[in-house]
């Protein structure tokens, strides 16, 4: 089958997914027969900063060396970062130059990299998102994730996949399968290389999250008061760009404090356009200077956890959590 029209007709049963998204998010897909050659599609929500693509690549290293022989593949669920990548591929070199790999230069959709394993013979997948907590991007991915497994044809052997399997995001995800609390706490406990900064510098710890406006946000204000449960001398506070508790919130909860050091760091995967514009910019409205205005010593810290090795680490063991419930081998 020619690769457009597999594509085509991949997207067209999108459209009987959404009913199912939240019950794939729980982390297993099951399939059935034998599971033949298995793939990994690493979702990230991606970035268009050249230097915050490490934070990416960081994670498919450590997804690597945990599963040798098995191919990690690398999508973005931004459609809007994917369309400013495709225009970069117009001077593929000045990126590839920046040290960007190509395959983040020609990133492909989920549906596009789906296709792309099926030519190549693999029929076990395990997509892994690179989110932080199961949120709109999650939801969506769940979505065409389900679309895939719910195309069966006449006969079994034709079937393009046997097995796929969904895992969770670094925070944990909703439902009872997996309690994201305890999510939480594995992931936050990844974050002592943030804190002794803090301690050194004798400053108060800022996260600056995404979030959203249309979705609860309160997994950030739940972050901040485990972290500071986990590291009770240094105080703690998690804000997101969108949704609750968003930098009106922080600087509320700072103005306690009359002066002091500021540890401002993302809490995202990658420090890209947000970090770099919203967080540490010197615009009217980012968080260095509003903070900055309210009589604190701002350090912005432009690494997204990604970076930290024990934080992308946390992937490598929701892989095989969902390669479990859906009955993958790994090797």
Do not use: C
């Not at 949120?135 to 044809?153: C, F, G, P, W």
């Not at 006449?154 to 969904?166: D, H, S, V």
């Amino acid at each position: 089958m020619p690769k457009r029209v597999l594509l085509t007709a991949l997207a067209s049963i999108l459209v009987f997914s959404t009913s199912n998204a939240l019950v794939s998010a729980t982390g297993h897909i099951h399939g059935s027969g034998e599971q033949g050659k298995v793939a990994i599609i690493l979702a990230s929500f991606g970035t268009t900063v050249p230097s915050a693509v490490k934070s990416i690549t960081n994670i498919q290293e450590k997804i690597k060396a945990a599963f040798p022989g098995v191919p990690v593949k690398i999508t973005f669920t931004s459609h809007i970062i994917r369309s400013v990548w495709k225009k970069r591929q117009m001077e593929p070199q000045e990126w590839l130059d920046q040290g960007v790999p190509e395959e983040v230069l020609y990133v492909n959709n989920i549906i596009g990299t789906f296709g792309d394993l099926l030519e190549e013979g693999y029929r076990s997948i395990i997509v892994q998102p690179t989110h932080m907590f199961f949120m709109e991007q999650s939801h969506d991915l769940a979505s065409y994730v389900n679309a895939m497994r719910s195309i069966k044809t006449i006969k079994k052997k034709w079937m393009p996949f046997t097995k796929i399997a969904l895992g969770r995001p670094a925070l944990g995800t909703v439902g009872s399968q997996y309690e994201y609390r305890k999510d939480m706490e594995k992931a936050l406990r990844t974050l002592t290389v943030d804190v002794q900064l803090a301690r050194e510098r004798g400053a108060m710890l800022v996260y600056m999250a995404h979030g959203n406006d249309h979705w609860s946000t309160g997994i950030w204000a739940e972050s901040a008061k485990m972290m500071r449960e986990l590291y009770p001398d240094v105080i703690t506070f998690v804000g997101g760009v969108e949704g609750y508790p968003g930098l009106d919130d922080v600087s509320r909860y700072l103005s306690r404090y009359s002066s002091g050091k500021i540890i401002l760091k993302p809490f995202m995967i990658v420090a890209g356009d947000h970090a770099l514009n919203d967080m540490a910019s010197d615009e009217e409205d980012s968080w260095k200077t509003v903070l900055t205005k309210q009589g604190f010593e701002v350090m912005p810290v432009l690494e997204g956890l990604g970076s930290n090795d024990a934080f992308a680490r946390i992937f490598v063991e929701h892989i095989k959590d969902a390669a479990q419930e859906a009955g993958i081998k790994m090797n």
